[in-house]
């Protein structure tokens, strides 16, 4: 109890750089409906002015704030302490499977090349002066790219995925989803292309299939049926077969 | 390169996992009904049946065996490139020829001893 009379709780937070660091501890007032990232940010606002994170939008649709919880990945801005620390121990750390450059921020751009290397940039078949292609909603292959698409590219997934941890090139589930969604885009010009970009030395088939990926992403996507979907998809085309979505 | 690996791994599972079983039912009443050497190998010598099933064991396992050690190494240690790719690949050579070399001592004609 604080001096306030404040209920308060002791979080551990991670504070270092690319060369290592440790967890430092904070006494932070409790609060009803606390989020995970409102403590971070009463830390830094109160007690470390130097702590280093990313977070921007607060209600789950950007994708900055995920860290790692309780050793489990996590977006932080809508997590609640009550749900994901019942018990009141709290410890913070970056997410893992990325470079730390401070504290909690870690870099991003080795995740983010590798939506490039799988095939992720749209390739239009159409210009802005033709008419708006006709899709039926649901039509199977519409329905497998509307399941993906709502990745906010928060890179939990990723930082969940036992694969990236044991090989760093790995294209990831964030990745491997988005080609997947383009796969199944009637609109997408570049299919063959995402196919041989998911079927190089990195890409879907070093999946493991044990799912990590889908239980840990906070929107609800099945980055582990996607990447099934490439597997099944890349093998139907090899032997000369049209693969079903 | 990747996906044929793929392939070839996925596809020898599928051949040998009924082998497998089928292998180690046959040990077992092999063993139990108290078959000695001489009489597993009267029922073996000679024979297409057997020389087709441990033939097409032989050459799954050795198929299957180095792409999915290949994965491991690859996975577990910083060995990767060609080394690795060629060590393997002498592997499976390897289970080939041992394999054959057992299966050719099991059904092949008596010689003349």
């Known amino acids: 109890m604080a001096r306030s009379g404040q ?10 750089g690319p060369g290592g660091g440790n967890f430092v501890r904070y ?8 989020t995970v990232l409102d403590v971070v940010t009463w830390v830094q606002r109160h007690l470390e ?12 649709m950007c994708g900055s704030c995920a860290m790692t919880v309780n050793g489990r990945p996590r977006w932080t801005c809508r997590s609640h302490v009550g749900k994901v620390a019942p018990e009141g121990r709290l410890e913070i750390a970056p997410l893992p499977n990325l470079p730390v450059i401070r504290d909690l921020a870690t870099d991003m751009t080795g995740f983010f090349d590798k939506w490039q290397a799988a095939g992720g940039r749209f390739a239009p078949t159409a210009t802005r002066r033709d008419p708006p292609a006709r899709i039926a909603p649901a039509s199977p292959a519409r329905k497998a790219a509307d399941a993906g698409i709502e990745c906010i590219n928060c890179g939990v997934c990723y930082g969940a995925c036992g694969v990236v941890g044991a090989r760093p090139d790995y294209l990831g589930p964030a990745a491997l989803n988005r080609a997947w969604t383009l796969v199944n885009d009637a609109r997408h010009g570049e299919v063959p292309g995402v196919l041989r970009a998911i ?16 239980a840990h992403c906070p929107v609800g996507l099945d980055p582990s049926a996607a990447i099934a979907g490439l597997k099944r998809r890349t093998l139907l085309d090899l032997l000369g ?5 | 390169m990747t996906l044929w690996l793929y392939v070839l791994q996925r596809g020898s599972a599928l051949v040998l996992a009924p082998l497998v079983v089928a292998h180690l039912v046959l040990i077992v009443i092999a063993s139990r009904d108290g078959l ?3 009489e597993i190998l009267s029922r073996t010598q000679g024979s297409i049946g057997w020389a087709a099933f441990y033939g097409t064991f032989v050459i799954a396992a050795a198929v ?3 792409i999915g050690l ?30 054959a070399r057992a299966v050719i001592a099991v059904v092949g004609a008596v010689v003349a001893s």
Request: charged share 20%; with cysteine.
């Open chain 1, 7 to 16: 209920p308060e709780f002791a979080v551990s937070i991670w504070r270092g």
């Open chain 1, 27 to 34: 006494r932070v007032p409790r609060r009803a409906d606390q």
């Open chain 1, 49 to 60: 002015p130097s702590l280093a994170y990313r977070f921007a939008c607060r209600v789950g």
């Open chain 1, 199 to 214: 079927s190089r030395d990195d890409g879907c088939h070093g999946c493991h299939s044990q799912g990590s990926c889908t």
């Open chain 1, 241 to 245: 077969g049209e693969g079903r979505p």
């Open chain 2, 36 to 38: 000695s050497a001489a």
């Open chain 2, 64 to 66: 299957h065996a180095p």
């Open chain 2, 70 to 99: 290949r994965n491991v190494i690859r996975e577990a240690t910083p060995w990767r490139g060609r080394g690795l790719d060629l060590a393997m690949a002498l592997l499976g050579l390897a289970m080939l020829a041992l394999g």
